[in-house]
């Protein structure tokens, strides 16, 4: 295992999106592994590291709230964009009216979480790529508040505001459950794969995910 780190992370909204509700977006109760690694990404990452995430805290307790959204129904295709480009004419928009539905979103609030990871080498290391120099550039931008682009919480409207851990953790509102189980989950998308979703079975132990043990998944 490479160098460790402990990222305090927190938002007003947040929505970690169930990829079985095909209509109405509806959040896992929690951040999901996937999405925790986009967070560490977002501050720091090269092609020579792959983060992988160890545990994570739920610190505030889990509270839902319904909106409606305007969300658009369709995407301008690359056909379009290349049409647009040869001069053709062809609008880049879309139609306001017929391609924009209201949908109800099941949203998390006041979300406040630790993630635990750390960061392996990869094959596409160089020779000046060493475990030391990535902890140190990493370690730098955290404290900094440094960020290649602002990180979200599931969805890109949902900010997600991030400090370096570097004292004690705070206590969790679930510190005395002894398991809560949180039902199938998504663990990571194998891109290697044919973009292929790998799901697990999430359990939170006085608050506390902790995917350093034997995960398996399907």
Not at 5 to 11: A, E, Q, T
Not at 81 to 88: D, F, L, M, R, T
Not at 113 to 136: I, L, W
Not at 142 to 169: D, I, M, S, V
Request: aromatic content about 12%; overall charge positive.
């Amino acid at each position: 295992m490479s160098y460790g780190f402990k990222l305090k992370v927190w938002g007003d909204y947040a929505c970690f999106t169930r990829p079985e509700m095909k209509v109405e977006r509806v959040s896992y109760d929690v951040i999901t592994p996937s999405a925790a690694r986009g967070i560490l990404e977002a501050i720091y990452w090269k092609p020579a590291i792959r983060w992988v995430i160890d545990r994570i805290h739920v610190i505030n307790p889990i509270q839902f709230e319904s909106i409606k959204r305007n969300e658009i129904t369709k995407r301008i295709s690359l056909q379009q964009v290349n049409s647009a480009i040869k001069g053709k004419n062809n609008t880049l928009y879309l139609n306001t009216n017929e391609d924009r539905a209201q949908r109800t979103t099941l949203l998390l609030k006041r979300v406040l979480y630790v993630v635990e990871a750390h960061f392996e080498m990869t094959d596409k290391k160089g020779p000046d790529d060493t475990e030391e120099k990535h902890y140190n550039i990493f370690l730098r931008r955290a404290r900094k508040g440094q960020c290649y682009h602002r990180p979200y919480l599931g969805c890109r409207e949902f900010a997600a505001h991030f400090q370096l851990l570097e004292g004690e953790l705070p206590k969790s509102y679930y510190s005395e459950e002894e398991i809560i189980d949180l039902g199938w989950m998504l663990y990571d998308i194998d891109y290697e794969r044919n973009f292929t979703p790998k799901f697990f079975r999430a359990e939170m132990r006085r608050g506390i995910i902790d995917l350093t043990k034997e995960v398996n998944t399907f």
